[in-house]
């Protein structure tokens, strides 16, 4: 097939480290194109984080022709096809054409091919099958480009036979719609999506957190979540979902791209972060801010700056952030609330100070080791706090000094 189309390169594609990879395979004769996101981005004007090209040769010719040109290269997934050049201290992640032989809903044997539209069918979405090569000619095998522009995902042909191949292209379904698409859901796709429902109990926790985290960072997720709820696509791994309407105020305050402040908003107060982290695989600190954010505790005190600077102290700057986001989605706070941008401003200029007095200061002043050493000091610092932090190190050994002569002889 001829190139049906083009696109502009932009300047990543014309970017001289780019240029030395695609000289490289040239040179070598080896077939290569830009496929899959940086292509769709492109044509939508949107950044580019990974640069992924497609060549017709296999691997071992591939390795070569990079070093030829003096480019490091890293043999980062030769049983797939896939090599990693670093030209410039970038690295281009480079994949033979390929035909799958077999699939079992999660995993492919693939076999090489030369064949760019074979390639392409095995794609899950026509707005990623897209190819272009170096001087912007465009491959579009499925009119990925103008369901792009129409806001469409749609699956490469059959639906059920991309999912019956990977099910976890499920969950892509409802991501690329939160990314890129417009309303409606594509029928046939949500149609397919509704029949392999059943079949995300399969998918490993790592995989699925990380797609739940990719949707909740989009722009506008909340009428995406609320469809996936729809059709049952949280019920294995969310349970808890209550509805999206504080995702919504979430993003309606600001520019919160965070998908696991996201998440948050999307569970009930209270609801076990342990046990959510637990199913979702999350990392220690993940789960320590989902911790933060799902508490039932009184709502943070937001119209005293004293109070503000005490929350921040107690939890950290992050924290307090995530936390205080959270109340806000979940109370409908409007836009420009000033109470709000207030305490989001201390949350993110203000530094707290190291507490004043220590258990040595305590022992220093006569006090033998023990419980009452902490009793002491808890209380010296719960003295300082009560003050904003205003009492400077001589102030304060003072007051533990008084509370020392205050302890019963």
Known sequence: ???????????????PATRRVMDAMAAAGIGARFVG????????????DDIDIAVDRAPDLVMPALAAAGLKVVPTGLKHGTVTAVSNHKPYEITTLRRDVETDGRHA??????????D?????????AMSADLDGRLWDYFDGRADLAAGRVRFVGDADTRLDEDVLRLLRFFRFHAWYGQPPFDAE????????????AALSAERVRNELLKLLAAPEPADTVTAMATIGALDRWLPEFTDAGALRHLRALGPERDGLVGL???LPAGADATTIGKRLKLSTQQALRLETMLTAAAPLDVGDPTAVRRDVYRLGNALYRDRLLVEAARAGTRPGDRVLAGALSIAATWKAPEPPVRG???LAAGIKAGPVVGTLVAGVEAWWIDRDFAPDRAACLAELRRRVAALPS
């Open 1 to 15: 097939m001829e190139p049906n189309g083009h696109l502009d390169p932009p300047p990543w594609m014309t970017d």
């Open 37 to 48: 996101g940086c292509v769709r981005n492109a044509l939508i004007g949107r950044g580019v």
């Open 109 to 118: 044997v693939v076999a090489f091919t030369d064949d760019w539209r074979v």
């Open 120 to 128: 392409a069918e095995r794609r899950d979405f026509t707005m990623n």
């Open 189 to 200: 796709g949500m149609a397919a999506c509704r029949r392999a429902v059943g079949r995300l």
């Open 264 to 266: 948050a908003t999307i």
């Open 360 to 362: 040595s200061d305590a």
